[in-house]
C-alpha cells in the first residue's frame, strides 16, 4: 500500500529527502508515485502537516 498526499500538503519539502526511492514530486500540492512508493512511512513521519495518509 503506497502513501498519498493530501490537500492539507503545504509544500514545504520536508518528505522529499527522507524519500529513499525519490517517489515524491514537487508542485503545489505534491505527489507520491504509488508505483515507486515502497510504503516505509518516512515521509509521512516528518510532515509537519500531517498530510501524507496511507492509501
Known sequence: MAYKITEDCVA??????????DAISEGDIYVIDPDTCTDCGACADVCPTEA????
Do not use: A, L, R, T
Not at 501524507?52 to 492509501?55: A, K
Open 12 to 21: 514545504c519539502g520536508s518528505c522529499i529527502p527522507e524519500c529513499p526511492v
Open 52 to 55: 501524507i495518509i496511507p492509501e
